[in-house]
């Protein structure tokens, strides 16, 4: 899939901004791949932390009515249902802690716990924007500084 990306985008900053806003690969994928592309760290931590933060409002703010619209259709539904289920059974922390949880969960470099389902797990677990947000980007930092130190 990089080179895929790769060859669509031959720009190395770009690839590692377009690897940070990716559900997929996230800042957890962008930090090493950009570090792996030989950019200087500095460059790499602005560009995988930015890209991780643009899909974070639209996010918040839209995924729940968005969903469900989606989830009305019989195609989607299924899949909704066990995307919902997953992030429930991963998001302890979140149901325990809230707000806090909500930035640990974020925070944790591991698969299932990035900004796009802690995006999730905030509108599930119906934390207000102007709680979810700070503590996904405390969350994002911790995760850049955790995957940088690794």
């Given at each position: 899939?990089?080179?895929?990306?790769?060859?669509?985008?031959?720009?190395?900053?770009?690839?590692?901004?377009?690897?940070?806003?990716?559900?997929?690969?996230?800042?957890?994928?962008?930090?090493?791949?950009?570090?792996?592309?030989?950019?200087?760290?500095?460059?790499?931590?602005?560009?995988?932390?930015?890209?991780?933060?643009?899909?974070?409002?639209?996010?918040?703010?839209?995924?729940?009515?968005?969903?469900?619209?989606?989830?009305?259709?019989?195609?989607?539904?299924?899949?909704?249902?066990?995307?919902?289920?997953?992030?429930?059974?991963?998001?302890?922390?979140?149901?325990?802690?809230?707000?806090?949880?909500?930035?640990?969960?974020?925070?944790?470099?591991?698969?299932?716990?990035?900004?796009?389902?802690?995006?999730?797990?905030?509108?599930?677990?119906?934390?207000?924007?102007?709680?979810?947000?700070?503590?996904i980007i405390a969350g994002i930092l911790t995760a850049a500084l955790i995957v940088t130190a690794a």
């Amino acid at each position: 899939m990089i080179g895929l990306i790769k060859n669509l985008f031959n720009n190395k900053e770009v690839l590692v901004f377009i690897l940070g806003m990716m559900p997929v690969s996230e800042l957890r994928g962008a930090i090493p791949a950009g570090l792996a592309m030989g950019l200087p760290l500095k460059n790499v931590l602005l560009l995988a932390i930015a890209g991780n933060l643009v899909p974070v409002i639209p996010m918040l703010l839209l995924f729940e009515p968005v969903s469900a619209r989606i989830r009305k259709l019989r195609l989607f539904k299924k899949f909704f249902d066990w995307f919902f289920e997953r992030t429930r059974k991963k998001a302890d922390l979140i149901e325990k802690y809230e707000v806090l949880g909500l930035a640990i969960f974020v925070g944790i470099p591991l698969p299932i716990t990035g900004a796009w389902t802690g995006c999730v797990a905030a509108t599930m677990f119906k934390i207000k924007f102007k709680y979810a947000l700070p503590a996904i980007i405390a969350g994002i930092l911790t995760a850049a500084l955790i995957v940088t130190a690794a």
